[in-house]
């Protein structure tokens, strides 16, 4: 295969990490439990990260890598951040239903 | 000197707020003092007082300029002495509060009349709003009253300072107060109808006058005192030193909407007035009937017109600060504002009687108080401009007046003493000294009210 | 010494009436009882300075007399000033002589009362706005004396406040007085608009300048003469302003305040010769308020109503003599009718004084032998007010009805020669019910009169009326002869005219009067005063009440009129702006803004959940319409 | 290869779905385990080398097993991670699957327009991690360290910031207490509520 070629069409790629995207926001939206709403963001930054690679791949530039490694490290703050708020709300109501906790209601 | 006008009331109020809260006596001592050095001070120093610096230079330059001269020079003495006289009344629980509010709301109002830039203006008009919102918030009765008071008054500030931005940005300044500076174009009639209709709520003119009766009811009597006889003049200060100079053919344009509202406005409050039962609402309407003549007058562009609306703005100015003051008094000893039950209190209370008395003469115009001068000047005026009907129909809300002033001053001081209403002390020397520089004022204007135009033509 | 230009006795004469207002106003308290000394004198003083001018005047020689006073600028071109020429000369003799005699009288009349430095003050305040009036040189002094002597009138008549009926009946009084001001605040706009100027040397020497404004000009300083001097259809606060004390009504009500109108057409005589509809209008209203007063005077039972529609009655007369342009006749009825109504008005008080405030003629009778005085002194004005041959108000009265024919108005002759029989009639009938026949009342003849632990002399009172009764008969003859100083004064005072000759001759004219007059008399004491009335008097009194048609007794409905024209449409309109039209409709539009923007709120506050889940769905939404944005975009392009 | 990343995809669509299906958390941490797995693959093939281990390392490696001790952590409590009714709008779930049908077509649509592939600023592609090859480690390296110096340098920050913000979050510090006017106004708030409770 040549070095510049991608392994499949760049389209491909385009519409399985949209496809891995959407899945994780229907995660966010439909599942209740906090631990895997952050799951299913993991999996969105990762589709993202995904485009990141693959048009950099066929672009031959290297500033999506860059991209995608800036991605990582906020995504683990994220999820560090994320999950230290998942542990304080257990604390004060005894369950992690976000529906529960809904103090931002105007 | 025009800055010290401002800054001393400000920072003598903020300083009021280190005294005790229960503290009477001193902060008395310390308002009086400032407001009669603030009334003083214009007097004293010859010239006008200019102070500016500059203080935008884009999008379009702004000073911080201030000076008293012609009108503005009558409206600082008119404040100073009206915050005089209601910090000398002042007689409610937190007598220091409520002086430290009408410090700072002196302070803030010098600086709208004494502003020589549009935007200082802008800027202080709504500083001046915050603190009868905080006595309304403090003294009222209904909170809502205070809100509704600081809504409509702020949406006015809004479109103020939306014209004063677009009136900078398209002529290059606003630092035109004063100035000879003429401003059309064809954003001249929006920036006037924005200039207007902040003027308009703050006067206020029919049909944005329904923030006012309950805010004067409802607010202690020495603030209403300072709003109904300075505050509601911001508005006319701002016809005749904003809108007539420098957007003259926008006003001129949309002189008969102007004239049209001010006659409904002084018809208006005078029917109301004239079957209202609540004391303080029958001169607050009376108030909007008033003010619709001195708008009338500037809308007349008659140079003597003109000089009869700034007789008139002095003259309502003193006797509105003098009856609220004095059916505060009235509140204050019967506990009532229903003229239905008040009734026969001149019989024990002759000084409160006969300062009603001449407050209320002063209000129908009676001639030889300042009130008339104002009406006939103006109309004079008005007529001469080529306004034969508005000069006539101006004419049957003073027959009015007289009819709700009476009914007014009758229904309360004449009349069988009531059984049931405590007949309480007459005046106290703080509660006379309070009145008598207004009534005092009112029958020197009346006499001589060459002295005020003197300063104004010149 | 002549008076032309400067006079310095003018001061004295304008403001020691003020002096002693203030005075008796500062100090009342303190006072007590002397404030009637300095009352009185505050009012002798310048009278006396009166008089003196009026000797001054009388022996200048030139055509025009007058002094003239710059006072200040008032406005810019508004200046003041005193103007002392014959017109206001005999204005100012009468407001402080009758006025000096009123105050004494009043000394003796108001002396129970508690509050007599009170009346003293607003009475020396009366005289000085009164004098403000008549003395200014402008239009705008002369409104401002106008207003103030509304002001007076509205503190006398509601002198004692805590009558409800008197406080009502001077806030009526101070409205409808100031339809009056209003009314020449806009003729002098007309006028300072045309012609630049408000002192009356100007105006009137541009009279012209007016052209198509003149009529209007008169027409509404003709409403403020109307409203001051009780004419038709503004005459309804004359007679409830009687619920003053007595000396009042005879002041002010009487002798020289209503007749203010007068004074003002007088004054502006230039203006009424140039507009002849203008003339024509003054002189059908006089004549017209001059019946009407009349017939009303015939149905009233109160002594001091009956006075006060007669005295409207009269001034009818004189804004009819001035109306036609007989000034000089209007003139004299003002001067002679200063006497003998003032005359009357203290006899009358003296009475009611007897009476311990009765005031219903019903209940009195006999009163010849219990008030002698008043019976004499009232006997020489009732024959006065009749028009009786040499009495005062014969001369004058057969000026204006003569004038109103020498002038061309045949109709008003009649109706003045009529209203003189009516005159007659009434003023007989209140004569004879009150002093002849039995007494009818209830009160004591032998208790002491009035509420009284003290008493002034009885002749403090007695005499004033006195003066003023010899004044009824003897006032008339300053007007005739050819040159003794009073008809040299009257003579400066308008020019002559030459009138052509008219069919009916002055000699015919006093003799028709005289015969209408008698017959009026006549029929008062056919019904009055025959020895089977006298004896009758309760039973027929009480019968003639029941019987009087109900259209006099409503007083020709004017009342109801107003009432029902301007009274209770503004306060309906008034509950109407104030209970809906402000609350529901003006601050309804406010508020529907406010609940517009709270319903808005809620539409979105349906988003605002507070789920968390929600507003990621919302988020992605809005990625959503981004990308299908763009991506539209995109294949456009 | 296009078999391979056919494979790859059906792979990483199918764990990605077990993430979110799974009833416990934990077999979701399985799921998204074998999803990264298959990525870094992916990864692998799209020649980022450097960036397929940093996948394994820190997703894998550090980020899950976080998830796993949170986990482990809360499940020791009684109360179950789901209670009550779903308050989500019942339209929330079909409209999610049609945004995300919609977006699909969107960016597949998107991407298939012709794309220049171009070389200008990237490197050749040579063999696996040596210098000056596109997507080796030398290559990322000299990448981050040049001219990506400072976002590097950022990240750290952001690291600090979120550590921070952990240890005051989750860190065992003294509980927020109200001050008096606040509990004044929950009191005067609860009153009103029971009082509106006992009227109805």
Redesign the interface.
């Known amino acids: 295969?040549?070095?510049?070629?991608?392994?499949?069409a760049?389209?491909?790629?385009?519409?399985?990490?949209?496809?891995?995207f959407?899945?994780?926001?229907?995660?966010?939206?439909?599942?209740?439990?906090p631990?895997?709403?952050?799951?299913?963001i993991?999996?969105m930054w990762?589709a993202a990260?995904?485009l990141f690679?693959?048009f950099?791949?066929?672009?031959?530039?290297?500033?999506g890598?860059?991209f995608?490694?800036?991605v990582?490290?906020?995504?683990?703050?994220?999820?560090?951040?994320g999950?230290?708020?998942?542990?304080?709300v257990?604390r004060s109501r005894?369950?992690?239903?976000?529906?529960?906790?809904?103090?931002?209601?105007? | 000197m025009a800055l010290v006008l401002i800054l001393l009331p400000i920072l003598a109020g903020c300083a009021l707020f280190a005294l005790p809260r229960g503290d009477r006596l001193w902060s008395r001592v310390i308002g009086c003092a400032v407001a009669a050095l603030t009334f003083e001070l214009p007097l004293l120093v010859g010239n006008d007082g200019a102070f500016a610096v500059r203080w935008l230079s884009r999008p379009f330059t702004a000073s911080l300029h201030f000076a008293w001269s012609g009108v503005s020079l009558w409206l600082v003495l008119l404040l100073a002495l009206c915050t005089f006289c209601a910090i000398v009344a002042t007689n409610v629980a937190q007598t220091r509060t409520l002086i430290a509010l009408l410090l700072l709301l002196e302070g803030t109002m010098m600086g709208v009349f004494t502003a020589r830039d549009i935007l200082a203006f802008a800027l202080f008009w709504d500083l001046m709003l915050i603190p009868p919102f905080f006595a309304l918030v403090e003294w009222g009765t209904h909170r809502e009253t205070a809100w509704r008071f600081l809504i409509y008054n702020f949406s006015g500030g809004l479109t103020l300072l939306l014209a004063t931005a677009a009136f900078g940005i398209l002529s290059g300044s606003t630092d035109v107060i004063g100035s000879t500076h003429q401003f059309a174009g064809s954003w001249a009639p929006w920036i006037f109808a924005g200039f207007a209709f902040a003027f308009a709520v703050k006067t206020p003119l029919w049909p944005l006058h329904t923030w006012m009766p309950a805010t004067y009811a409802d607010s202690p009597p020495p603030m209403v005192a300072v709003i109904s006889a300075v505050q509601s003049k911001a508005g006319l200060y701002g016809f005749i030193v904003i809108a007539l100079p420098c957007l003259r053919t926008a006003m001129a344009d949309w002189r008969w909407l102007i004239i049209a509202l001010a006659l409904v406005s002084l018809l208006y409050g005078a029917f109301i007035a004239l079957t209202q039962t609540d004391t303080k609402r029958i001169v607050a309407y009376s108030s909007l009937s008033h003010l619709g003549l001195i708008v009338l007058a500037i809308a007349s562009f008659n140079p003597v017109a003109l000089q009869g609306a700034v007789v008139y703005i002095v003259a309502h100015g003193l006797f509105s600060a003098a009856l609220f003051l004095i059916l505060g008094y009235m509140e204050e000893r019967e506990e009532t504002r229903s003229i239905s039950k008040l009734g026969g209190i001149g019989a024990n209370n002759p000084k409160l009687a006969g300062a009603f008395t001449i407050a209320a003469l002063a209000a129908l115009g009676l001639p030889g108080l300042a009130g008339f001068a104002g009406e006939i000047v103006i109309l004079t005026g008005v007529f001469k401009a080529g306004y034969l009907w508005p000069a006539l129909i101006a004419l049957v809300p003073i027959v009015i007046a007289s009819a709700y002033m009476l009914r007014l001053l009758q229904d309360a001081i004449n009349g069988p003493v009531i059984a049931t209403l405590p007949q309480r002390r007459d005046l106290t020397f703080a509660e006379a000294l309070a009145v008598a520089p207004l009534l005092a004022a009112l029958l020197f204007i009346g006499i001589y009210p060459h002295a005020i135009l003197t300063a104004v033509l010149r | 010494m002549g008076i032309d230009g400067a006079y310095p006795l003018l001061f004295v004469i304008w403001l020691v009436p003020l002096a002693g207002a203030i005075v008796n106003w500062a100090f009342g308290p303190q006072l007590k009882r002397s404030a009637t000394i300095i009352g009185s004198a505050a009012i002798g003083i310048p009278f006396v300075a009166t008089l003196m001018a009026w000797n001054a005047a009388t022996q200048s020689s030139g055509a025009a007399v007058g002094a003239h006073q710059n006072l200040f600028s008032w406005m810019p071109g508004f200046d003041f000033g005193l103007l002392l020429d014959p017109l206001s000369l005999i204005w100012a003799l009468i407001i402080t002589g009758v006025g000096f005699l009123i105050h004494a009288y009043s000394v003796g009349y108001m002396w129970s009362d508690s509050a007599i430095a009170r009346f003293f003050a607003y009475m020396n305040f009366f005289v000085f706005a009164m004098l403000t009036l008549v003395l200014s040189d402008n239009f705008v002094g002369l409104l401002v004396g106008w207003g103030l002597v509304g002001l007076a009138s509205y503190f006398l008549i509601g002198f004692w406040f805590f009558k409800p009926v008197a406080v009502a009946a001077a806030r009526k009084a101070f409205v409808i007085n100031v339809v009056g001001d209003v009314a020449i605040m806009f003729a002098i706009f007309m006028m300072f608009a045309k012609i630049g100027s408000i002192t009356f040397a100007n105006v009137f020497a541009h009279v012209g300048a007016l052209d198509g404004w003149l009529f209007w000009t008169c027409l509404f300083l003709f409403i403020g003469a109307a409203a001051k001097s009780a004419q038709i259809p503004l005459h309804t606060w004359l007679p409830d302003a009687m619920e003053g004390p007595t000396p009042v009504s005879a002041l002010i009500h009487a002798a020289t305040m209503v007749t203010a109108g007068v004074y003002l057409v007088a004054r502006c005589w230039p203006l009424w010769n140039a507009s002849h509809s203008a003339q024509l209008l003054v002189g059908t209203i006089g004549g017209l308020t001059a019946l009407a007063g009349a017939l009303l005077g015939i149905a009233q039972w109160d002594i001091k109503r009956i006075l006060a529609y007669s005295t409207m009655s009269q001034i009818g007369y004189m804004i009819m003599g001035v109306g036609v342009g007989a000034y000089q006749a209007g003139v004299a009825h003002f001067f002679t009718h200063a006497f003998f109504k003032a005359c009357l008005f203290l006899g009358a008080g003296i009475v009611i004084h007897e009476l311990a405030d009765e005031q219903d003629i019903r209940r009195m009778g006999g009163m010849r032998s219990r008030a002698p005085v008043a019976f004499f002194a009232m006997f020489a004005a009732v024959l006065a007010i009749s028009g009786f041959p040499g009495f005062a108000g014969f001369f004058s009265k057969d000026q204006v009805v003569f004038g109103a024919l020498e002038h061309g108005h045949p109709w008003l002759y009649a109706v003045g020669i009529v209203t003189a029989g009516i005159t007659a009639y009434y003023m007989f009938r209140l004569f004879f019910v009150t002093f002849f026949g039995t007494y009818r009342g209830d009160v004591d003849p032998e208790h002491e009169p009035a509420r009284g632990e003290s008493h002034a002399p009885a002749w403090i009172m007695a005499l004033p009326v006195a003066i003023l009764g010899i004044f009824s008969v003897i006032a008339g003859y300053a007007m005739i002869g050819s040159n003794p100083p009073w008809s040299r004064l009257f003579a400066h005072t308008f020019p002559s005219e030459n009138l052509p000759p008219v069919a009916i001759g002055e000699g015919w004219t006093t003799a028709i009067l005289f015969v209408v007059m008698a017959a009026g008399i006549a029929i008062a004491y056919a019904r009055y005063a025959t020895p089977v009335a006298l004896a009758n008097a309760p039973a027929r009194l009480r019968l003639e009440s029941e019987r009087m048609p109900a259209v006099l007794v409503r007083l020709f409905y004017f009342d109801d009129v107003i009432d029902w024209l301007f009274v209770k449409p503004s306060l309906a309109l008034g509950r109407f702006f104030g209970s809906w039209f402000d609350p529901d409709f003006i601050d309804g539009a406010v508020r529907g803004l406010v609940t517009l923007s709270t319903e808005l709120a809620a539409v979105v506050r349906y988003f605002q959940n507070g789920l968390l889940r929600s507003y990621a769905l919302i988020v992605v939404f809005g990625a959503a319409c981004f990308a299908i944005y763009y991506a539209l975009q995109g294949t456009v392009r | 290869m296009t078999i391979a990343f056919w494979a790859l995809a059906v792979l990483l669509v199918a764990s990605a779905m077990f993430v979110i299906t799974a009833k416990k958390p934990v077999h979701s941490v399985a799921g998204l385990l074998a999803h990264f797995f298959f990525l870094a693959i992916t990864y692998f093939m799209l020649s980022a080398e450097f960036l397929a281990v940093i996948q394994l390392i820190v997703y894998s490696g550090a980020i899950l097993m976080l998830f796993v001790f949170v986990i482990a952590l809360l499940s020791s409590g009684v109360a179950p991670f789901s209670v009550g009714p779903d308050r989500l709008p019942k339209i929330a779930a079909p409209a999610t699957l049609i945004v995300a049908v919609l977006l699909g077509f969107v960016a597949y649509g998107i991407s298939r327009e012709p794309i220049v592939l171009a070389n200008e600023h990237g490197v050749a592609a040579g063999p696996v991690g040596a210098a000056g090859v596109f997507g080796s480690v030398a290559d990322f390296g000299h990448a981050l360290f040049t001219t990506n110096l400072l976002p590097f340098e950022i990240t750290a920050f952001i690291l600090m910031v979120a550590v921070i913000g952990v240890i005051l979050l989750a860190g065992d510090h003294v509980p927020y207490v109200p001050t008096r006017r606040r509990a004044r106004i929950v009191e005067r708030d609860m009153r009103e509520a029971i009082v509106r409770a006992g009227e109805e």
Do not use: C, Q
Request: proline share 2%; no cysteine.
């Open positions: 295969m040549r070095p510049d070629l991608l392994p499949v760049l389209a491909n790629y385009v519409g399985l990490a949209s496809v891995i959407f899945i994780g926001v229907a995660g966010v939206v439909v599942r209740r439990n631990l895997i709403m952050l799951m299913s993991e999996l990762n990260n995904l690679l693959a950099a791949r066929a672009w031959l530039n290297n500033a890598h860059i995608a490694f800036l990582i490290t906020v995504a683990a703050a994220e999820a560090a951040i999950l230290a708020i998942v542990v304080v257990f005894a369950n992690v239903d976000v529906d529960e906790v809904a103090l931002m209601k105007g």
